[in-house]
């Protein structure tokens, strides 16, 4: 028995989310860095890393690459949990926003809820042996 492929159904949507995220995290980044690095440069590269994943998740949700996208997943939600920890625990540590502060509030929550959607469907569609 063999599961769906990761890049289908919803997989498409995630596909479409994700790349949507890796534009917009992308972009807010780039004029973040290029604006304004001296003000906040870990939270500024922080954006630009959490970009950086979406892209990955991105292209590998599309080609369907199981374990690529799998670990991109994992990144993604530790990173918004530690990051998200660490902005609420101590606000002063970062001066403006990243897309995982306060566990992504900045977009709704999204990010929060998109590694554990991502990982649920990449298990779900996983092909049984």
Not at 16 to 41: I, K, S
Not at 45 to 50: D, T
Not at 85 to 103: I, K, M, N, Q, Y
Request: hydrophobic share 55%.
């Amino acid at each position: 028995m063999t599961g769906v492929p990761v890049n289908t159904g919803p997989g498409r949507l995630l596909v479409a989310v994700y790349g949507l995220f890796a534009l917009a995290a992308g972009a807010r980044a780039t004029v973040q860095l290029a604006t304004h690095y001296d003000e906040a440069p870990l939270a500024y590269l922080l954006s630009a890393f959490a970009a950086a994943v979406y892209i990955v998740l991105t292209v590998a949700l599309a080609r369907g690459a199981r374990r690529t996208a799998l670990a991109a997943c994992a990144v993604e939600l530790a990173g918004v949990l530690v990051v998200g920890t660490l902005s609420v625990a101590d606000p002063e540590a970062f001066p403006r926003a990243t897309v995982w502060s306060g566990f992504g509030s900045g977009y709704g929550f999204i990010p929060l809820v998109l590694p554990v959607i991502g990982l649920f469907w990449i298990f779900r569609s996983r092909k049984s042996e």
